[in-house]
């Protein structure tokens, strides 16, 4: 068991690092693939690991250990100090990284759900106006309008919801605040997710972090999908509007709308990394230009080598 | 983006992974000295069950020598072999390396070759011939390897004490297998 869990979070760093180095030798800037990439790294641990150990139990016979394997993580067992061997020291430390990585997106999530619960309750009549704006934009992105619903809080809200009905979930206190392109872009975002079943993905992505809670690689290979995930419909959004500023705009605002809210030092702290970092996706967006995605042989090429290499790989 | 550059990118990296982890793999044995493939047991016992060879009645028949922890190597291929480090004599400074493998050859990975200066065969036991080398190391002092085969094991005695000594301890060997 414990080796097994070792070896899962061996191939999730190995696939994760390889994937990141392609990304940026490769210099593949399309959402579309880098997330597929992100996927696929993730998909390594999670699936291929487990295949391997059905299908072929003489890897962890010592004749493969000793002959055949690229790496062994047995061969770390001959450094100790005191006693404690260097690759249980190396386990506990990766564990308890992803352990912790996994509550620190579990406890807000978890909190998002339950006040959401919360606001449901008190919804507010659809302006004429937003109504509109949603069938627009949805029809400039060639999907049908998803569902839509309005809270009466005076707290900025917008969020996708809903695995096989999209619903998108704004409030009264987000109308009032953005102007009316930058709403059109927050909503062509969201009707981006809700075209491309996002809501579904975020909920696989969360399940499989759960049953890989110990694991940091899909702790961080998820996010990074998540990422490409926004970046796609922040793409989309721009593209739907016509220009990324409102979309920019819009994203710099809700980010802002929270700053006023009195929160402990760490979660100061958090909430500048957050305003760091979608500080980084506006201008990332303003500055880039549509990229083309790599050509489908380099992910398929990437899944083979990588499949290789982690086969002859063991904990 | 160049799909040159993309297929050029997935190459060098997934190559570069293979060399990387097999450099990493290759970390303890370097900062031990244990070559790949060679295992380091923590008990003759288990020396005996990864390899198949009689052992623990090794350093019974050999009086004060005792194993020295963290000497004792196994090897699973091209033969089971194992070597032992025994450490005893007066002053218990005496240095004894044991060294049994099946068939007629141990791995140099477990037996690093001595360039002998003089080699003699000598009666270990009734009908029993040894082959002793003697070399020098590069520090100074003279190593003796005392070699023989019963017909299915190879036993080596390396030792840095006097000949005498080796002899004796051989002979206490090849009197315990009988």
């Known amino acids: 068991m414990a080796r097994g869990a070792a070896e899962t979070i061996l191939h999730g760093l190995v696939a994760a690092l390889a994937v990141m180095v392609i990304l940026g030798v490769g210099r593949i800037r399309a959402s579309e693939t880098r997330l597929a990439f992100w996927l696929l790294a993730m998909g390594c641990p999670v699936l291929f690991t487990p295949l391997c150990w059905l299908l072929f139990p003489a890897r962890a016979g010592e004749d493969f250990r000793d002959g055949w394997s690229l790496f062994s993580g047995n061969h770390f067992s001959l450094l100790t100090w005191h006693g404690v061997r260097a690759g249980s020291v190396c386990a506990f430390v990766l564990t308890l990284a992803g352990s912790l990585l996994y509550l620190r997106d579990l406890v807000p999530f978890v909190l998002d759900v339950v006040r959401g619960r919360a606001d449901k309750r008190d919804l507010a009549a659809i302006p004429e106006a937003l109504a509109g704006a949603v069938a627009m934009t949805a029809a400039a992105l060639a999907t049908t309008a998803p569902r839509l619903a309005v809270l009466s809080t005076r707290h900025p809200v917008l969020i996708c919801r809903g695995l096989r009905r999209p619903l998108i979930v704004t409030s009264a206190g987000l109308i009032e605040m953005l102007a009316p392109d930058e709403l059109a872009a927050a909503i062509a975002h969201e009707i981006s997710h809700a075209k491309r079943r996002d809501p579904l993905l975020g909920w696989g992505l969360m399940l499989v972090r759960g049953l890989f809670f110990f694991n940091p690689s899909v702790q961080l290979c998820a996010r990074a999908a998540v990422h490409e995930i926004e970046r796609r419909a922040d793409l989309a959004a721009a593209r739907a509007v016509g220009s990324p500023s409102p979309v920019a705009r819009s994203l710099r605002k809700l980010a802002g709308a929270g700053r006023d809210r009195p929160r402990p030092a760490h979660g100061r702290a958090w909430h500048g990394f957050r305003l760091a970092a979608i500080e980084e996706r506006c201008r990332a967006l303003e500055g880039e230009s549509e990229a083309e995605p790599a050509p489908g042989w380099t992910l398929a090429a990437t899944a083979i080598g990588l499949g290789v290499i982690l086969f002859f790989t063991v904990a | ?178």
């Open chain 2, 1 to 178: 983006m160049a799909p040159g550059r993309a297929g050029l990118a997935v190459l060098a990296v997934l190559g570069g992974t293979a060399l990387a982890l097999r450099a990493a793999d290759a970390i303890p044995g370097f900062l031990l000295s244990v070559p790949r493939g060679v295992h380091v047991c923590g008990s003759l016992a288990e020396a005996e069950s990864r390899t198949g060879l009689r052992l623990e009645a090794l350093p019974r028949g050999l009086g004060d020598y005792q194993p020295v922890a963290g000497t004792i190597r196994t090897m699973a291929k091209p033969a089971p072999a194992v070597a032992v480090t025994l450490r005893g004599g007066t002053g218990n400074e005496t240095e004894l390396t044991i060294f049994r493998g099946r068939g007629r050859e141990i791995s140099a990975l477990l037996r690093p070759p001595l360039s002998a200066f003089h080699e003699i065969e000598i009666p270990i036991g009734p009908g029993r011939m040894a082959s002793l080398k003697a070399a020098s190391t590069a520090n100074g002092p003279v190593l003796q390897d005392l070699q023989w085969f019963d017909g299915e094991v190879t036993t080596a005695l390396r030792f840095s004490g006097r000949t005498v000594e080796l002899l004796r301890l051989a002979r206490r060997i090849v009197g315990d297998a009988q």
